[in-house]
């Protein structure tokens, strides 16, 4: 973690070993703004007692590598959400589209509304997956609060 103004920054990674100089990786600038809203990451899709976990910091998150999901079942997703406003109520709506669908109606809509007590939280939920057909899916994380939204996006299969 490293505290720095608002700004463009050149970021690069260098990647040696004891034979050689190794070889040095740039990437694209960072741009960090001034004023940071409403932010919500693609969730990770996972699957309890799959056996494969990521150490988020704080908790370990079930993964699924390849977002495939069997019919009836369920799917845990970790996002997470910043630049809240505490005190403030925040709507979050997952929804479940076919990715060629763009503007059809949901397979699957849920929605749950909430106080902010922090501005950055890490979001866990469990979906069910029992009524949703065999297919390929968008996965859309939809935040609205205190007159913004950010959304996060992923793909899973129900087979």
Do not use: C, F
């Amino acid at each position: 973690t490293l505290p720095l103004p608002a700004g463009s920054y050149a970021v690069a990674a260098r990647i040696t070993d004891t034979t050689d100089g190794g070889a040095v990786a740039t990437l694209n600038p960072v741009r960090l703004p001034s004023r940071i809203g409403l932010q919500v990451s693609d969730p990770i899709l996972g699957v309890a007692g799959s056996g494969l976990t990521w150490w988020s910091g704080t908790d370990s998150i079930p993964l699924n590598p390849l977002g495939a999901v069997a019919q009836g079942g369920s799917i845990e997703l970790t996002y997470h959400q910043l630049g809240m406003t505490v005190g403030v109520g925040y709507e979050t709506r997952y929804e479940l589209v076919r990715p060629d669908d763009e503007g059809g109606e949901p397979v699957l809509a849920l929605a749950v509304r909430e106080e902010a007590t922090q501005r950055a939280i890490e979001v866990r939920q469990t979906l069910d997956l029992t009524n949703v057909p065999p297919g390929r899916y968008r996965l859309r994380v939809v935040v609205r609060g205190g007159g913004m939204t950010a959304v996060g996006v992923g793909y899973l299969s129900v087979k």
